[in-house]
């Protein structure tokens, strides 16, 4: 608990900016607050902060630290508020949104179960293709397949995934098989397209993410649609494991380009606030985790 202590001290000397604000704010003597400082920096090893009479401020390190302490202690108090609201009961309206595809196939299927262990939950699921407000159109948790690029939402992973270029065994047999990405221009690449303009196909190469606009003569803004163009072989789709897996565990399907796989594209549940998170959004989040985190969920559609 010492520990815990001098690094709560820390983050509130260093947010406050004083010793004096700290010790009042702790209802303490500065001098308690400048002991647990020295303790916690002679503890380290190092010196996390400059002080003198007038001002303090942070070295590179007590900086460096400062943002894992923020970290540490914000865990700390959302593992504390999971134990005491253990006995409590979800309740109340919940707004869902998720893809299309996915939430037809991975979410809609579990609400059922997630509303029989939670009978005082409404929920609400909407699927669409587009980036949600999360704020501006009242969504509590949206599920998104992708990197993670806003740092005012908080994200929590669900499950691996990523998106790999895809066709049948039929259409690799009349055309063959691209052995680079340049080879993807002089095949019939199936796009998704949306609100008239074409997503790009993402890829890693040579140490760097590239995303090229590939062409065909089948573009489609439905998923699905392209999925089932791709198995009755009509061209090459880039499409989420999470969609084509069984397919290419029957042979319906074939990879390629592998070696080129970009990273990213991971499944997470995403909301607009961490502290005092209600119990409903909590609940749905950890249900969701659980379920997608079991061996046979997936069987080898995300590895």
């Known amino acids: ?4 202590k001098q690094l709560s001290t820390f983050a509130e000397v260093a947010t406050r900016g004083s010793l004096s604000s700290a010790a009042r704010a702790e209802g303490v003597a500065p001098a308690m607050i400048g002991r647990r400082l020295d303790a916690l920096e002679e503890r380290l090893g190092v010196k996390l902060l400059q002080r003198t009479t007038r001002k303090i401020a942070l070295t590179n390190e007590g900086t460096a630290f400062l943002e894992d302490c923020q970290r540490i ?18 309740s109340g309206q919940l707004t869902v949104s998720a893809p299309a595809g996915f939430g037809r196939q991975h979410v809609a299927p579990l609400v059922p179960s997630f509303l029989t262990e939670h009978r005082d939950v409404k929920l609400t699921l909407s699927l669409n293709d587009r980036v949600v407000d ?4 009242g969504i509590d948790v949206a599920i998104r397949i992708a990197s993670l690029t806003d740092s005012n939402l908080i994200g929590v992973k669900l499950a691996d995934n990523k998106r790999v270029v895809v066709a049948s065994p039929s259409y690799l047999k009349r055309h063959g098989v691209p052995a680079s990405l340049d080879e993807l221009s002089h095949h019939n690449c199936l796009a998704f397209s949306s609100d008239g303009s074409q997503r790009g196909w993402t890829f890693r190469q040579n140490g760097k993410n590239v995303t090229l606009k590939v062409e065909g003569n089948m573009v489609c803004n439905d998923g699905e649609v392209l999925h089932d163009w791709a198995i009755s072989g009509k061209g090459l789709a880039w499409r989420s494991m999470w969609e084509v897996g069984s397919e290419i565990e029957s042979g319906k399907l074939v990879t390629v380009l592998d070696e080129f796989t970009a990273p990213g594209n991971d499944i997470y549940a995403i909301f607009a606030q961490r502290r ?11 249900f969701l985790r659980h379920a997608y985190s079991k061996p046979n969920y997936w069987g080898n559609s995300l590895s």
């Open 134 to 137: 999360l704020i501006g159109e």
């Open 1 to 4: 608990m010492d520990q815990f």
């Open 73 to 90: 202690l914000a865990e700390l108090e959302e593992a504390e508020t999971a134990v005491s609201e253990r006995s409590a009961r979800a």
């Open 276 to 286: 005092h998170l209600p119990l409903r959004i909590r609940a749905f989040v950890d």
